[in-house]
């Protein structure tokens, strides 16, 4: 399903022009317009899913795929040192565009500034243990 009103729809689908590195029956991949990094490019489902809760596993199962292809074709053609993939989910969590995409970044060693990053928090023993029983025992309704 598309949504008429979702730009990365528009663009994944050919609707909105973009330079596109790659492109099969499912994805999309285009360069990113306001890049973290020289090659920021995002990875985009042709079909409409508003984020990971969403999106089909026959989706998802092929992005990681396509992504490691790509980081090495990208690493060979940009000289990039690493590579950050982040997809953000919901609000909260940054994700500005309600349209699953999966943002690959490539990583020059001589970059100074930080990207991706967090101060790390502290957590006690107990506390994990909570969190991890919390997990095990939750169930999922799925269809
Ligand atoms: P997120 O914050 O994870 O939802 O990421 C959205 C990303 O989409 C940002 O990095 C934007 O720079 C990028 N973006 C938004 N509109 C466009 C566009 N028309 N073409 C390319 N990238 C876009
Ligand atoms: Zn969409």
């Not at 508003?50 to 292809?69: C, Q, R």
């Not at 909570?130 to 939750?138: D, M, Q, R, T």
Request: charged letters at 25%; hydrophobic letters at 40%; a negative charge.
């Amino acid at each position: 399903m598309k949504d008429s009103n979702c730009i990365f729809c528009k663009i994944a689908n050919g609707e909105i022009p973009a330079n596109a590195l790659y492109e099969d029956e499912d994805f999309k991949i285009i360069l990113d317009r306001g890049p973290a990094t020289k090659g920021h490019a995002l990875l985009l489902p042709k079909e409409h899913y508003a984020n990971l809760y969403e999106i089909e596993d026959e989706t998802a199962a092929k992005v990681l795929p396509l992504a490691k292809k790509m980081a090495a074709k990208m690493t060979k053609a940009f000289g990039c040192d690493g590579f950050n993939l982040v997809q953000n989910n919901g609000e909260c969590a940054g994700q500005t565009v309600f349209h699953f995409h999966l943002h690959m970044i490539p990583r020059y060693a001589e970059e100074k500034e930080r990207i991706v990053c967090w101060t790390p928090g502290e957590i006690t023993e107990e506390e994990i243990d909570v969190l991890a029983e919390k997990v095990k025992h939750c169930t999922l309704i799925t269809s």
